[in-house]
């Protein structure tokens, strides 16, 4: 079983940036696939971005690209999502979830262990 767990949301006008954690720990392996995913009110939970388990694939969806950016830190442990130039659509709770794959799919049943989410609120 792997613990994941989210951090560093909040309430921030728009333009601001914000940085997410994900820290996970637990299992069989050091190593996996992170991605994140975020729902806004109403709609589907949906991918972000994703960081493959070598962490030499970064995929972001379009909504992501150019403004978020998705890292992990050197002991493979926490995953980390910059988030710039915030937008009020970019307003949803924000799931990390571990993957045991190599390269996830882009769907929630690609991942095997999930936090419980952090909320972000962009105002205008």
């Known amino acids: 079983q792997v613990h994941v767990a989210e951090s560093g949301g909040g309430s921030v006008q728009v333009g601001a940036s914000l940085r997410l954690s994900c820290a996970y720990s637990?299992?069989?392996?050091?190593?996996?696939?992170v991605g994140w995913f975020r729902q806004a009110p109403g709609k589907d939970r949906e991918l972000v971005a994703f960081v493959s388990r070598a962490s030499t694939i970064k995929h972001y969806e379009d909504s992501a690209k150019g403004r978020f950016n998705i890292s992990r830190d050197k002991i493979e442990t926490a995953v980390y999502l910059q988030m710039n130039n915030l937008k009020p659509e970019d307003t949803a709770v924000y799931y990390c979830a571990v993957s045991r794959s190599m390269v996830p799919g882009p769907g929630e049943s690609d991942y095997d262990y999930w936090g419980q989410g952090t909320q972000v609120t962009v105002s205008s």
């Open positions: 637990g299992g069989t392996s050091t190593k996996y696939a």
